[in-house]
């Protein structure tokens, strides 16, 4: 069992949490994640290391509330346990010899976009971050990517924050000032790094995207998070999650994922009936 040291909500479909896991957090490196249930009848699901305290033994994740697991998950208080807490899985985010990255980070994605722009930033890498959001209500993370970046960027959907626009005009601009990278990282919906690697391959320059499919035992054994990247079947639990953006099928990805949009609802909804019935009672 694994406590809750602490419970942050940072919008009102996000939420931070602190895991007490000494051994995870010994091992875990940026852009790896975690395999969790929250109770023995629970499903797995994967979630990507936030950040680590290796001297307090501690891990953090951050969630969105889409589905039945974190739904239950966010009915979780300070104190409380969690059943499993398995990892770190995946590979890390490769950051030798990396002198100037951009780290483009979109939604919740940027929950997994901080701590690789922490570590670039922490082994003496100059870090842009591009960050976007729908509106300001949803903003998560902005004081600690400013402290970790030589340059930050919002953007906002509407205007709210920030500038208004996408992610991608940031980036084009500032390729287009004369910015020159080692690398571009990007995280966030699939959709968004379709559209940062289609931007960088006119530009040639090396990106990796981070890939988080469906995913069941985290090993390579199910099959559920396979992707195609470079016309070769991978998946994203082992060989990942982080691939060259330039060969990612984002198409097909994005189309596997749709497929359980229907059943990630209707569980959601059974899942807030049940908590709504026992509130009742």
Do not use: W
């Amino acid at each position: 069992m694994y406590r809750i040291v602490k419970k942050e909500v940072l919008n009102p479909t996000v939420t931070l949490m602190e895991i007490d896991a000494p051994l995870v957090a010994k091992a875990a490196e940026p852009g790896q994640f975690i395999i969790l249930r929250v109770d023995e009848d629970g499903e797995r699901i994967p979630l990507t290391v936030a950040d680590y305290d290796r001297n307090k033994g501690t891990v953090t994740i951050i969630f969105q509330v889409v589905g039945a697991t974190t739904e239950k998950l966010n009915h979780k208080e300070e104190g409380e346990y969690i059943c499993d807490f398995a990892g770190p899985l995946g590979k890390p985010t490769e950051t030798e010899g990396l002198k100037k990255v951009a780290v483009v980070g979109g939604g919740v994605g940027c929950a997994i976009a901080f701590p690789v722009a922490k570590k670039l930033h922490g082994i003496g890498c100059e870090v842009h971050s591009i960050v976007g959001f729908r509106n300001k209500d949803l903003v998560i993370l902005e004081d600690e990517f400013k402290a970790n970046s030589s340059k930050f960027v919002l953007m906002s959907d509407d205007g709210s924050c920030g500038e208004k626009g996408l992610v991608t005009d940031a980036l084009r601009k500032l390729i287009e000032s004369g910015e020159k990278y080692d690398r571009v990282i990007t995280i966030g919906p699939l959709i968004m790094m379709k559209f940062v690697c289609k931007l960088t391959k006119e530009y040639g320059i090396s990106t990796v995207a981070s890939m988080n499919p469906i995913m069941i035992d985290g090993t390579g054994m199910c099959g559920g998070c396979r992707l195609t990247v470079g016309g070769k079947t991978k998946f994203a639990c082992v060989d990942g999650p982080e691939f060259d953006g330039h060969e990612i099928d984002f198409d097909e990805a994005m189309a596997r994922g749709a497929m359980y949009k229907p059943f990630e609802r209707h569980a959601h909804e059974e899942t807030c009936n049940l908590f709504k019935l026992g509130e009742n009672k």
